[in-house]
């Protein structure tokens, strides 16, 4: 055999000969696309919970640039990400409210939806022109559903990589974005060491868990997660910006920790998530509130996990589409804090599809810069996830609040 991993690979033939007895009916008609395939990630509905996500986001002028009245401003935007369902949790776009608020008590309720954007991201977008700022506050809330999730691993493993290509909207989820820089010549050359520079030769599944212990056996965890001065404070294209007055995620990047096999919880999400990519695996970042740690932080209870798109059997030649497939979800931080050492890749991992605390996290972005404009052209007040945009590169002082509240689910909108 001349397989790129000889032991591990042979450990994964087994499990997939094992499973190969019990795979369902939807695997029987080869080359044809099943109409109702058996799905190997469940949410389990008993443990629903749901959320209502507000961000408060205010900027100001505080250096009183051109009078106390603050200055001219011919448009100002701010935009918000909105996610489709992820893994862990279902989307409710008709629930989300927002406005642009002003000092003197003016407000734009108006927005707008812009869809097709990397990862399958839409954005909603609130509006003013041709006023005065010296004060102007985004209020907005998100609500959504999240749930423990489950694996069925016999099914996931069986699943082969499809004889057909993946759809622009899902070739997004292979392409770099900032923070995730998958071509970067070091995740290159790690994936090609650790697959032999042949990762199709396990199917995608398998692959996924396997990518997954080798990050995990490869870096250490680091808790420094948090800058006093800017979210990316490490780098320098952002970092001569502006002044950003709060506590916000320190952020390095995928090409970082693999350089520097040290990691914080975000730059270990944003790794897998690079690693993946490079390996040919559509995968996306989720960035979310943790709603335990927000009860007991002052900072930003943020968390990220990654979620890599596993196909349902399907129909060569015709490109791969969301709704050919699933996102499950791998939370690595929560994984390697339960186990510091990767798990055998023939047992159940207990944060790789199987979470038993997903209904605890509220998803809010598959971006640390909500689509929008190149990272080079950023004032301050447009990074993280709410985006300020068409903004003068005036000296603003910024202000960022989450909290989140629990909602009563009655059922009206499922």
Known sequence: MNGWDRPWLARAMVLILVTATTTSGAFAQKNKRVLKPVPALTRVESSRNDWTVSLEYTITDSLNHFSVDGFPVRELRANVPLLPDTGISTARPQRLTGAIVLKNGRRFDDREIINNLPCLTS?????????????????????????????????????????????????????????????????KRLVQMWTRGKPKKAKPYVLAKYLASKVIASVRLSESRYSLTHPFALDERLKKRGNISMVLPLVHGAAWAAKNKTTNRYDLACLLTAVYRAAGI?????????????????TLPLHAWVEFFLPYPHKPDVPVTNDDGEWIPVDIYRQV??????????QRWQFFGHNEESDDLAPLSFHWLTPGGPVESAAP???????WSSIPQWKLAANFRISVTSTANDGSDR
Request: glycine share 2%; charged share 20%.
């Open 381 to 387: 007040t447009e990074t993280w996830i709410v985006r």
């Open 282 to 298: 559509p995968a996306r970042l989720v960035i979310g509130v943790d709603v335990v740690e927000a009860t007991t932080t002052d």
């Open 123 to 187: 954005v909603a977008s609130w509006r003013v022109r041709d006023f005065v700022l010296s004060e102007a506050r985004l209020d907005a809330q998100i609500s959504v559903s999240s749930y423990e999730t489950r694996i069925n691993e016999e099914l996931a493993v069986a699943r082969q990589w499809p004889n057909a290509p993946w759809s622009a909207q899902l070739a997004t989820c292979l392409e770099p974005q900032p923070f995730i820089e998958s071509n970067e010549t070091g995740i």
């Open 337 to 346: 804090l339960f186990s510091s050492q990767p798990p055998d890749i023939n």
